[in-house]
Every structure is written in C-alpha cells, then in structure tokens.
C-alpha cells in the first residue's frame, strides 16, 4: 500500500499539470480555421434601375409679364390665387396711355377733314376738266363748219385760220384741266394715307392702353408675385415678369439630372418611382416622357434631363422640391439570384492576402463573368463561375452556372476573436 501510494500521487500531479496547461492555453484544437458567413441561393423578381436627383416643376409654367412701362396702380391676385383665363390680376396707371389716345384720335380726325378738302379739290378739278372737255368738242365743231364753208367760198381763209386756233386753245386747255385733275387725286390719294396712319397710331394706342389691364393668359394657380402696388415697371427690351403661373398642379414633371453612365439604359414609357423630405417613406409614381439631349456640365460632371410626368391629385408635391428618384430600366420576374456580396468575397491565404484566381477564358454569351465561392466537401471555398445579368444593387441574376435554389454560399469571412489567456487560476 505505502508502494502505490507515490505512483499515485505522482499520476494526480500530471493529470493536474495537463489540465493547468490544457487551460491556460489561448486556443483549442481548430481554433485557427476560418469561420465564414452563409447565404442562400434565392428565386424572386429582380428590377434594376438609375437612381439620381430631380427637381419637380409645373408641367406648364407661365410667366405673365407687362409690355408697357408704367406704375402698378392695381393688384388683383396674390400667392396661391387661383385665376381663370382673361382674368384681370393687375392694373397699370392708364393716365399716359388715355393721353396718347386722345392725341391720336384729334390726329384723326385731321386727317380726315383734309382728306375731305382733298375730295373736294379733286371734284372742282374733275368739273373743270369736264368743261374744258366741252369746249374743245364746241371748238371743233365750228372749225369743222368753217372748213366747209370756205371750201364753198363763202369765208376767207383768215376766219378758218382763226377757227383753228380756238380749237388747239381749246385742247391745250382740257390737258391742262385733266394734268391737274392728276394733282387733284394724288394729293387725295396722299390724304387717305394720312388718315389710315393716323388710324393705326390710334389702334397702337388702345393697344397699349389694354395693356395697362394685365390679363391671365391661362387657367391656373399664381406660385409668385413680383411687383407691389406703386412699383414701377419697365418694360425696353424685355417684359419684367409680374407673376409666375402654373398651369395645372395636378400635373407636374420631375427634372431629372441622370449621369452619362447610366442614361443610355433610359427610355420613354419606363416607370420613376421617386420620394421627397416633405412626404418620408411615401412614395410617388411617374412615367419618363423625354430625354433631352442637351448636356449639362457641372464640375465637370455631365448629365442629361430626363423629364417625367407625375400625377397629383392631392396637390401634396410643390413646384421647386426635389426629389430621389429611381428609373426602373429592366425587371425580371421569377429569376435565380445571388447576392451581390458574395460576388465580392474572395478567400484569404495563411499570410492574409486574398486568394490568387485564375484568370478564365473569354466565354462567349449573355451576361458578364462572375463568381462565388461555396462551402466545399472538405470545408474550404470552392468556386463556381457564373454568367451574371441584371441587378439591382443588392442581389443580380444569374443567366448560367451550375447553381441550385436553396443552396448555400459564402457571403464573407467572419473575423477572427482573440481567446483571452486563461491560467490556472482563471483569466489573466
């Protein structure tokens, strides 16, 4: 018994050191093998879209401006007023303008009375020339007879050479009377013009006299105001603007600036789905219209405006908020997916660099090249090369490879958690 006894105490001793060892270790057996973190290979609709910045606007704006100089006596319509076409929204002193009327109504009537004087003139020419008509056919006449009767000799040839004279008298004074008959016409003809001057300067004069009276020229709401009352205005080589209307709210466009990346994905008839900080987590719908093909360049960063037709109803969206929009350029229903983090994982080597891959050949076919990596029989990544389509930013579709719904593959690795040292008498 007293044999055994140190053999014994000596097996307790190394069984306690083992255990002491055993704990005070950092790590335990496979405590260096990596962890990764799974996902699933998945089946579901995939949309891919353009996400950029936007502006909304009226669908029509009109700015109401003021095409005569003059001070703003009147305002009939404010912010937010609603107005109607032909409606009166403001007035301009007319005091100038009924000035230059009366001025051009007495110009008229001047005009008019000598165009009558003209008339007249021309009427006593007219009786003239017919009187001098008459007495060269009376001339004529009596040379006439004087011929015949000094044929037969019964007058001497002096009173047939007086007889002669009368009658040329005669016709030079009808080409006189029917010259100043001309004259007489000319100058009616000059009076007439005066008055239809005359005439047009009163027309432009009412006409700018209406234009003291501003008018809207659609139906609409008034979004801004310019002037105030006894503010003057002037108008030289371009109408200030008075007031800015919008057309129809319950219709508006969204201004979207899209970055020359992505605007040869975008066309007319696809879908916009857009939000604004006013309205958080509510969601508007629209429809691309136009894609204007003006750059515009900005920091050097180009873009194009794609303009879309929203509806609104409620009048909640007001002109000027902007707005994060998404094109859906493509959607794809019932399509295998993966996530589009595990295309970004690459295993890492013992020194911590990320594994070396070969570099595959050029496949020819739909899509661009991708791969994941899957857990392997042996517990190491394993790749399977894909053939990649659409994506929406978060998972893409797979056209090709050899991939099953459900199935497992590696999103990432986990990082690695130092054990704390533990002694023999517990955490140092």
Same mark, same amino acid.
């Given at each position: 018994m007293s044999r055994a006894r140190p053999w014994l105490i000596a097996a307790l001793v190394a069984g306690l050191a083992a255990a002491a060892l055993w704990a005070w270790s950092p790590w335990k057996p496979g405590a260096d093998a990596p962890q990764y973190r799974l996902g699933k290979v998945e089946r579901g609709p995939l949309s891919a879209a353009v996400s950029a910045s936007g502006t909304l606007s009226a669908l029509i704006?009109?700015?109401?401006?003021?095409? $005569?100089?003059?001070?703003? &006596? *009147?305002?009939?319509?404010?912010?937010?007023?609603?107005?109607?076409?032909?409606?009166?929204?403001?007035?301009? %002193?007319?005091?100038?303008?009924?000035? @230059? $009327?009366?001025?051009?109504?007495? %110009?008229?009537?001047? /005009?008019?009375?000598?165009? *009558? $004087?003209?008339?007249?003139?021309?009427?006593?020419?007219? /009786? *003239?020339?017919?009187?001098?008509?008459?007495?060269?056919?009376?001339?004529? @006449?009596?040379?006439? &007879?004087? @011929?015949?009767?000094?044929?037969?000799?019964?007058?001497?040839?002096?009173?047939? %050479?007086?007889?002669?004279? $009368?009658?040329?008298?005669?016709?030079?004074?009808?080409?006189? /009377?029917? /010259?100043?008959?001309?004259?007489?016409?000319?100058?009616?003809?000059?009076?007439?013009?005066?008055?239809?001057?005359?005439?047009?300067?009163?027309?432009?004069?009412?006409?700018?006299?209406?234009?003291?009276?501003? @008018?809207?020229?659609?139906?609409g709401t008034v979004i801004s105001r310019n002037v105030d009352v006894g503010q003057t205005v002037a108008a030289s080589l371009q109408a200030p603007v008075l007031f800015t209307i919008a057309r129809d709210l319950s219709r508006m466009e969204v201004n979207i600036a899209v970055d020359e990346a992505d605007v040869g994905r975008v066309e007319t008839g696809q879908k916009v789905r857009f939000g604004v900080d006013a309205f958080p987590g509510e969601r508007f719908g629209g429809v691309v219209t136009q894609i204007r093909k003006a750059p515009q360049t900005v920091n050097n960063v180009v873009t194009y405006s794609v303009m879309a037709q929203v509806d609104n109803p409620d009048l909640k969206l007001l002109p000027g908020m902007t707005a994060s929009a998404r094109i859906l350029t493509e959607e794809r229903q019932g399509v295998l997916r993966v996530p589009n983090e595990a295309l970004r994982f690459r295993p890492m080597q013992p020194d911590g660099t990320p594994l070396k891959t070969e570099v595959r050949a050029r496949e020819e076919g739909p899509g661009t090249p991708g791969r994941i990596w899957v857990p392997g029989p042996d517990g190491r990544p394993a790749p399977v090369p894909l053939r990649l389509g659409v994506s929406d930013g978060k998972a893409t579709e797979v056209l090709r490879g050899e991939l099953q719904e459900g199935a497992s593959l590696i999103l990432g690795q986990e990082e690695a958690r130092a054990r704390p040292a533990v002694g023999p008498f517990g955490r140092l």
């Open positions: 704006t009109v700015q109401v401006g003021s095409q $005569v100089s003059g001070q703003i &006596r *009147e305002i009939l319509a404010d912010f937010n007023s609603p107005v109607r076409q032909g409606q009166v929204i403001a007035r301009l %002193d007319p005091a100038t303008f009924e000035t @230059r $009327v009366a001025q051009a109504e007495a %110009d008229l009537r001047a /005009a008019e009375s000598a165009a *009558e $004087v003209a008339r007249g003139n021309l009427a006593v020419r007219r /009786a *003239e020339a017919g009187k001098a008509q008459i007495a060269l056919l009376d001339a004529e @006449r009596s040379l006439g &007879r004087k @011929r015949t009767l000094v044929a037969q000799g019964f007058l001497s040839p002096a009173e047939l %050479d007086t007889a002669q004279a $009368v009658s040329d008298t005669a016709r030079q004074q009808l080409g006189l /009377a029917q /010259a100043d008959e001309g004259v007489g016409a000319a100058q009616l003809q000059n009076a007439l013009a005066v008055v239809a001057q005359r005439q047009a300067a009163l027309r432009q004069a009412r006409v700018e006299l209406g234009h003291t009276v501003i @008018r809207s020229p659609v139906d």
